[in-house]
C-alpha cells in the first residue's frame, strides 16, 4: 500500500444549464442535494466518498470566481479545511485546472498522487468505487496516468468513450492500456461501441502523480503547462506582495492587527490586489493558445484504465 499523499483535486466548474430550474448559473446542480433525504451536496458527498482513503489529504477545489463562498461554506459545513480553492474568473476545461492544481500539490508534497473528481456525480457503489481507486494508486505510483472507464448499460450520446486495448472482463477488476479518446459519437457509433466490451464511459475522474502529469504536459502541451506556470508564479508574487503591503501598513501607521481600521484598510488593499490580479489572469487566458484541453493523444492523458461496476 502507498504511503504518498492523497490530494483531491474536485473539479466544480458548470454553467447550471442541467437540472434547470433547481440548477441556476449562480447555484449550479454540484452544491444541491439531490433529494429531501440526503445529508449531503453534490459536492460534499464527492470529498466525503474518498474521505477513508488511506492518506489522504484536505482537497484542492477549482471553481468559478463568483461560487467561492459556496464551496468555502460547504467544505465548512463538513469541517473540511481546502488546501486551495483555486478560482476561475471563466472557464477553459479540465487541462489548464489540473495544471494549476498539481502546481499548488507540490507545495504540499514533494510529488503527490493527485485523485481528480468531478463535483457532480452520484456513486451509489462507494465501496467498490474505493477499491477501484485504491487498485489505480498502485498504477499511478508507476508514473501510469490512471481514468476511470464505466461499464456502458445503454448507447448513450451524450458521454465520451475509452477504447482500450483488449475487452475488460466485468467480473474482475482490471486495468487496460488505452487505445483510444472518443468525443461524443452518433448514436449509431454508440450502438456499435455498446456492443463492444473494450469501450467504456468516460468518466472524467483520474489518478496520477503531480510531477507526472507536469511532465506529460510538457512533452504534449506546452503551451498550456508555460501559460498556467506563468499565472502561478504571479499568484506567488501577490501572495508575496500582500504580505509586505499589510506589513508597511502596520509599521507605518503602528495600528495594531486586530484595530477595525487595519481590518478595513487590509480589506480595501485586498481588494485593489485581487482585482489587478484577476485582470492579468483575463488577459493571459484570453491568448489563444491557450486552448482548454489536452490534445487526442491517447498518451498524453491516460496509460491505464479501470472500469466500475
Keep these: 500500500m502507498s504511503n504518498k499523499p492523497v490530494i483531491p483535486i474536485i473539479l466544480c466548474g458548470g454553467s447550471g444549464s442541467r437540472l434547470w430550474p433547481l440548477s441556476r448559473k449562480s447555484f449550479p446542480k454540484q452544491y444541491l ?3 429531501s433525504s440526503e445529508r449531503y451536496s453534490l459536492l460534499q458527498n464527492t470529498y466525503e466518498r474518498v474521505s477513508k482513503i488511506n ?7 477549482i471553481c468559478n470566481e463568483e461560487h467561492r463562498f459556496i464551496v468555502a461554506e460547504q467544505m465548512r459545513e463538513i469541517n473540511i479545511k481546502p488546501n486551495r480553492i483555486i478560482l476561475e474568473p471563466f472557464g477553459r476545461n479540465t487541462a489548464p485546472a489540473i495544471t494549476l492544481a498539481a502546481k499548488v500539490a507540490l507545495e504540499i508534497d514533494d510529488d503527490p498522487l493527485l485523485l481528480v473528481l468531478s463535483s457532480d456525480h452520484e456513486i451509489k457503489k462507494n465501496n ?18 490512471v481514468t476511470f472507464g464505466v461499464v456502458p448499460h445503454s448507447p448513450e450520446t451524450g458521454y ?31 450502438c456499435k461501441f455498446f456492443k463492444d466490451k473494450r469501450y467504456t464511459w468516460n468518466s472524467g475522474m483520474f489518478l496520477f502523480k503531480a510531477k507526472t502529469i507536469l511532465n506529460e504536459l510538457d512533452k504534449y502541451c506546452p503551451e498550456i503547462l508555460e501559460f498556467c506556470s506563468l499565472l502561478y508564479e504571479l499568484q506567488l508574487q501577490f501572495q508575496q506582495s500582500q504580505f509586505q ?8 501607521s503602528n495600528i495594531q492587527q486586530d484595530d477595525k481600521t487595519f481590518l478595513r484598510l487590509s480589506l480595501l488593499i485586498e481588494q485593489l490586489m485581487l482585482s489587478r490580479a484577476h485582470q492579468i489572469e483575463k488577459n493571459l487566458l484570453r491568448l489563444n493558445c491557450l486552448k482548454g484541453r489536452l490534445p487526442k493523444n491517447s498518451h498524453c492523458f491516460s496509460r491505464k484504465i479501470f472500469h466500475l461496476k
Excluded: M, R, W
Excluded at 55 to 61: A, E, H, M, R, T
Excluded at 128 to 145: M, R, S, T
Excluded at 175 to 180: A, F, L, M, Q
Design 55 to 61: 492518506n489522504i489529504k484536505s482537497p484542492i477545489l
Design 245 to 252: 503591503l499589510y506589513y508597511h501598513l502596520l509599521k507605518v
Design 33 to 35: 442535494k439531490l433529494n
Design 128 to 145: 467498490q468505487f474505493i477499491k477501484v481507486v485504491k487498485e489505480g494508486i498502485d498504477f499511478a505510483e508507476k508514473n501510469h496516468l
Design 160 to 190: 465520451g468513450y475509452i477504447k482500450s486495448e483488449n475487452p475488460f472482463d466485468i467480473s474482475k477488476l482490471s486495468g487496460n492500456k488505452i487505445s483510444e479518446f472518443i468525443e461524443k459519437p452518433s448514436y449509431e457509433k454508440a
